[in-house]
């Protein structure tokens, strides 16, 4: 059965700080992963879309790697700013199913 | 491109009563996901929809939940009765394919139902 940690559960850095989001699953046979953002009392917005034949995805200060061998990505997010506070989420798809599984979150706040 | 869209936003209601939650997912959007949400968790998948047939309910509990996708647009998702430990957020979700080419698995999630049972 996959199972998806993250790690930290919440985060405080200071504005213009690069950080780092992990997640980890214990089945290396998915299909893909991806990243979501969660703004409070919103859905879910998709961030980067990983294929598990991929390495990393990029987008603007936001880079995704994925070592699917080891179970791990990791969600790199480069100057942070305060408009980056918000929940972020790592799902899982494997290869036999199309369900996504939800990691439960790494809650981010970043200060003025 | 109209985004997913759910009602009610939040429902309060006591346990033992009923509620139902409707969702309209962006057009053309063959599968339709519902996800359950309870506070600090990850959404979870309770049931998901190809055009009007179930795909997956494994994780529906089938004795106070139900969801129907009547000619394959809408959804309703209901509970009787509701519990103390369904309060959640139950979130939509669609795509336009269940699986394939990259940009098409992409989810678009609604806003979300609150839901307080009390």
């Known amino acids: 059965k996959q199972e998806v940690t993250q790690i930290p559960a919440a985060l405080s850095v200071p504005e213009g700080e690069n950080l780092v989001l992990n997640c980890s699953f214990t089945d290396s046979a998915i299909y893909n992963l991806q990243w979501f953002r969660q703004d409070p009392g919103k859905g879910l917005t998709s961030l980067l879309l990983?294929?598990?034949?991929?390495r990393e995805q990029t987008s603007g200060r936001l880079n995704a790697s994925l070592d699917k061998s080891s179970g791990r990505s990791t969600l790199y997010i480069a100057a942070s700013q305060p408009g980056d506070s918000a929940t972020y989420l790592c799902?899982?798809?494997?290869?036999?199913?199309?369900?996504?599984?939800f990691g439960s979150g790494t809650r981010l706040l970043v200060r003025p | 491109e109209a985004g997913v869209a759910q009602s009610p936003r939040y429902k309060i209601i006591e346990k033992r009563q009923s509620v139902a939650f409707w969702c309209n997912p962006i057009s053309g959007h063959a599968t339709l996901y519902w996800y359950q949400q309870i506070l600090g968790q990850g959404p979870k998948l309770l049931i998901q929809f190809q055009n009007n047939g179930v795909v997956d309910d494994s994780q529906l509990p089938k004795d106070r939940f139900s969801a129907e996708r009547l000619k394959g647009v809408d959804s309703t998702l209901k509970i009787q009765p509701a519990k103390l430990e369904d309060s959640a957020v139950y979130l939509c979700?669609?795509?336009?394919?269940?699986?394939?080419?990259?940009?098409?698995?992409?989810?678009?999630f609604g806003a979300g139902s609150r839901l307080t049972v009390l």
């Open positions: 799902a899982v798809r494997g290869d036999s199913s199309y369900k996504l599984i």
């Open positions: 979700a669609s795509s336009f394919l269940a699986g394939g080419i990259s940009g098409a698995n992409v989810l678009t």
């Open positions: 990983i294929q598990s034949s991929q």
